[in-house]
Structures are given as C-alpha cells and as structure tokens.
C-alpha cells in the first residue's frame, strides 16, 4: 500500500515544480518585458497620427489605433510598467506594514493590540474596493494616491496573519529559551521570529498579486487612479469605454493585457501555496 502512495506523492510533487517553473518563467519575462517596454513597442504610444484613427486591427497595427491615431499595442506593452510595478509597489507596502503591525501587536501584546486589531476589524467590516474608493476620492485621484488608497485599507489582513503567527512562535520552548538567553526584542524578532513566519506571509501576497492589480485598474477606470494620456490599462479602457460598440478593439486590447496578467500571477501564487504545502510536497 506504501509503495502507490509514494509513487501518487511523488508524482504530485513532480507536477508542482513544473508548474512553479512554468508559471514563475513566465511571470519573470512579463516584468522584464515591462522593464524594457519603451524599446519593444513598434511606435510611439503617446504619438498622434489624425489621419489613422480608430483603425481595425491589421499587420501595421495589430491592436488597432484609438481615437487619436496611436498605436494600441505600442500602449499595451508601455501600460505594462506603469500597471505592473505600481501593484507590486501596492503589494510589498501592504506586505511590510501589514507584518510590522502584526508582529508588534503578537510580540508586545497589552493595549495597543487591542486598540490596532479593532481598528483592523473596522477596516475589515467594510467592502475594500468600496473603502478604497471613498479614500481615494478624499485625496482627489491620481495614481499615486490610488495606491495610498489602496494600502490604506488592505493591510489589515497581514496583520492578522502575522499576529497569529507570532502569537504562535512566542509560546513555543525554544523562543522561551532565546528570550531566557538575554536577547534583545529586535534580534529576537528579526531572527527568531521573522524567518519562522514568513512563508504564509509571502504566500498570502503572491496570491494578492491579481487582486491588487485588477483594484488598481478599477480604481483607474473609474478616474481615481492614473489619468490620461499616461498608459495604465485601467485607464486605457476607461478612455475608449464609450468606443467599446463602434471600435471594441481599443477597449478589448487592455482589458486582454489584464486578463493575461492577473491570470499568470494568480496561477503563480496557487502553485506556491501548493508548493509549500508539505503535503503536496510530498513530505
């Protein structure tokens, strides 16, 4: 019975480091295509040409043009840097400050947990694209307050993570022992209790990747995030919308670059979490 149980977990284990491999390949060449996207785009994107507007997709322009003559895939493909890395910046400030609270309220406990984790829970009561929109209306739009608007309300869920987590660690012998030894606070928590805790964290924000991205989208369609003629996708879609009967391409080729997008780093994350699963591990 032993040995096709093996085998099951063997085979199990094998196909999640192919899909790691597969997927974080293709994540890593969409950021280097993002970096280097001013010199993939076959024209100008912000360059007007009156006399080729609303073009149907063709060999020249395989994207079609937009209102204004320009090049829909040269758009596309610059729109990746802004879209992309304004998420991941989303992501890593909703990860750090998320655990720093988190962390802080496990370790040290007494008032100041309570008074975070309900401020947290009030947070948490609320939809978060709905919050976000009313923070990010306050500060009057704009990509960058899109992102505060954004952050302000999304790390409330690392918090609660890294507070369990680190309530988990402090009760364990060995962490008594170290704080027996005379360690400080600070080392104790970078190196004792960080590395412990980390993976679920990480795992947690692979997963918010998608989710971020397509908030920050909206948050640009609806004209509280990135404004024109700068290339976001949210945006993109939110200047052609009223096109989307007459010339669907202009509108459909962002929301593509989306879809693709969100769908690689949704994938991306679901084979992490997989992957540090033990059992789908096969340990």
């Known amino acids: 019975m032993k040995e096709p149980t093996v085998r099951v977990q063997k085979i199990r284990k094998d196909t999640v480091r192919i899909r790691l491999i597969i997927f974080g390949t293709l994540a890593i060449l969409l950021l280097i295509c993002s970096v280097f996207s001013e010199y993939l785009t076959p024209y100008d994107p912000y360059l007007q040409d009156l006399a080729n507007i609303k073009a149907a997709p ?66 948490l009561a609320f939809p978060g694209l709905v919050f976000a929109l009313a923070v990010a209306g306050i500060l009057e739009g704009g990509l960058q307050n899109a992102i505060i608007a954004l952050a302000a309300i999304s790390w409330p869920k690392y918090a609660r993570i890294a507070r369990s987590q680190t309530l988990a660690q402090k009760e364990t012998p060995y962490l008594k022992a170290v704080r027996l030894s005379g360690c400080s606070t600070m080392k104790i928590i970078i190196k004792h209790i960080l590395p412990n805790i980390i993976g679920p964290i990480l795992v947690t924000s692979m997963l918010d990747i998608g989710t971020m991205m397509m908030e920050l989208a909206g948050l640009s369609f609806l004209g509280l995030g990135a404004k024109p003629p700068t290339a976001e996708w949210g945006s993109m879609m939110s200047d052609t919308r009223s096109l989307l009967t007459t010339v669907p391409w202009v509108t459909m080729a962002p929301g593509i670059a989306i879809f693709i997008s969100v769908m690689i780093f949704n994938l991306l994350g679901d084979t992490i979490r997989d992957y540090a699963d033990p059992k789908s591990r096969g340990r």
């Open 58 to 123: 063709s060999a020249a322009h395989i994207f079609g043009t937009d209102r204004y003559g320009r090049d829909m895939l040269s758009r596309v493909i610059v729109g990746s840097r802004t879209s992309i890395y304004s998420t991941l910046l989303l992501v890593a400030i909703i990860t750090v400050t998320g655990t720093m609270i988190g962390v802080f309220c496990g370790w040290h406990g007494k008032w100041i947990d309570v008074v975070l984790m309900r401020i947290s829970d009030i947070f």
